[in-house]
């Protein structure tokens, strides 16, 4: 099972506020909003803002970082940091984790996916994160993974300053699967999550919505000729039985296709889930 990140450092005190209905012009106090054009501020500002301070990553474009993780190793974590990073200012941080792979690739793919989303992170400010799964067989080893990524996140908080209030998810395929019982088993560190082509009964269970203790926004995009568009439309109701707003705090993008990844989904998902933050409700 995925780690319980409410013992870890890097857990961020929750200071859940109202969310009015309607939408409120206002300078929030949390910079990195100004980015989100549909952001909703509470009492008309976002004003919690919870940096990083890390300082001395490089930037920006590409950055390759080996980072030696006890009892488990040497590992490797692909970032991208737009070109408009200052270390002055915190920035939100989207965490990716890729599908399946052959043996062997799954460090290409992590790159891949980190390329897939470049473009979204430059025209929004978003740094991100790939992770490489850890599999002999190219698949995701969620108790070991979901460590090894607790350790890279912490290492990107030191290096660079990030929003701790805005860190995100993203995952396609058995990516995505994780990334359901990852985000919603730590909805007081993920500010939300998209997942593509991934569902909650291949690895998470249902039974996670209700115990959930917020309601992290949620996006799930899937095919509609994907063999799970059915197990995604089910689940849609279930997030909404469970408490969940449709076209508030979880979408389901349904698009003509199948199990795939399109290109518009980057910038689909962020969207969405942007307007997030760990103040929420």
Same mark, same amino acid.
């Given at each position: 099972m995925p780690t319980d990140w409410s013992s870890s450092n890097m857990m961020m005190r929750c200071l859940c506020l109202l969310i009015f209905s309607f939408q409120v012009l206002a300078l929030p106090g949390i910079a990195s909003l100004n980015q989100c054009p549909d952001v909703i501020f509470n009492d008309a500002f976002e004003n919690n803002s919870s940096p990083s301070l890390g300082t001395g990553g490089?930037?920006?474009? +590409?950055?390759?970082?080996?980072?030696?993780?006890?009892?488990?190793?040497?590992?490797?974590?692909?970032?991208? %940091?737009?070109?408009?990073?200052?270390? #002055? !200012?915190? @920035?939100?941080?989207l965490v990716l984790w890729h599908g399946q792979v052959v043996p062997g690739q799954a460090d290409t793919e992590a790159q891949n996916i980190r390329n897939f989303w470049q473009q979204t992170a430059e025209a929004n400010n978003i740094i991100i994160l790939a992770q490489a799964s #850890?599999?002999?067989?190219?698949?995701?080893?969620?108790?070991? +993974?979901?460590?090894?990524?607790?350790?890279?996140?912490?290492?990107?908080?030191?290096?660079?300053?990030? !929003?701790?209030?805005?860190?995100?998810? @993203?995952?396609f395929s058995a990516g995505a699967h994780v990334m359901h019982a990852i985000a919603l088993n730590n909805t007081d560190f993920f500010a939300g999550y998209a997942a593509s082509a991934g569902t909650l009964s291949n690895f998470a269970g249902t039974a996670?919505? !209700?115990?959930?203790?917020?309601?992290?926004?949620?996006?799930? #995009?899937?095919?509609?000729? +994907?063999?799970?568009?059915? +197990?995604?439309?089910? !689940?849609?109701?279930?997030?909404?039985?469970?408490? @969940? %707003?449709?076209?508030?705090?979880? @979408?389901l993008d349904a698009f003509n296709g199948g199990h795939q990844l399109n290109n518009d989904l980057p910038e689909k998902a962020w969207q969405a889930i942007c307007t997030a933050t760990l103040l929420d409700e």
């Open positions: 490089g930037f920006p474009g +590409d950055q390759n970082i080996a980072i030696n993780i006890p009892k488990i190793g040497i590992r490797t974590y692909y970032l991208y %940091v737009p070109d408009g990073y200052q270390a #002055s !200012e915190a @920035w939100p941080l #850890s599999g002999a067989g190219g698949g995701w080893l969620p108790g070991t +993974d979901s460590q090894i990524l607790a350790a890279m996140i912490d290492d990107v908080q030191s290096l660079y300053n990030i !929003e701790n209030n805005r860190i995100y998810g @993203w995952g996670v919505l !209700e115990a959930a203790p917020r309601k992290i926004a949620a996006f799930v #995009s899937v095919g509609t000729q +994907d063999p799970l568009f059915s +197990d995604a439309q089910a !689940e849609s109701l279930l997030f909404q039985q469970a408490g @969940w %707003v449709l076209g508030r705090n979880y @979408w």
